[in-house]
């Protein structure tokens, strides 16, 4: 029985050893990834397409902070929304991915930054 334990012990540390290099890579790798996105994302996807995910975002995120904002009255949320709005329309008039990132960005901080007001007003858990 202590070599079965033996045997399988040391599959556990090249497992884990293996999973730990796995990780290095991806966290490595990840902020190259996320540059690169919209990039590969434009061969792959028609321009339609991301537009129809973006006004699907913006139409949820105006529904959630305007039922959010009666709870608790901080504004900020809108302000990071419509300065995410404001960068998809430059990217969609000078075809610049770097306003694309920035507001998804922007968008992204404003459904974080709500959620967090929402979370201490609210008494009903997530």
């Known amino acids: 029985m202590k070599k079965l334990k033996e045997k399988y012990s040391h599959h556990l540390y090249k497992?884990?050893?293996?999973?730990?290099f796995l990780c290095a890579i991806h966290?490595?790798?990840m902020p190259f990834l996320l540059v690169l996105l919209p990039t590969v994302g434009e061969h792959l996807f028609p321009a339609y397409i991301?537009?129809?995910?973006i006004v699907s975002s913006l139409a949820?995120?105006?529904y959630l902070l305007s039922r959010?904002?009666?709870l608790h009255r901080n504004s900020l949320p809108f302000a990071l929304l419509i300065s995410s709005s404001v960068f998809y329309f430059l990217n969609i008039l000078a075809h610049n991915h770097l306003y694309s990132i920035i507001?998804?960005?922007l968008m992204?901080?404003?459904y974080v930054l709500n959620w967090v007001m929402h979370r201490k007003v609210c008494k009903t858990p997530f």
């Open 108 to 110: 992204a901080s404003a």
């Open 27 to 29: 966290c490595l790798s």
């Open 68 to 70: 959010d904002y009666k």
């Open 15 to 20: 497992l884990g050893l293996g999973m730990s």
């Open 103 to 105: 507001g998804s960005i």
């Open 50 to 53: 991301e537009n129809a995910i």
């Open 60 to 62: 949820i995120a105006v």
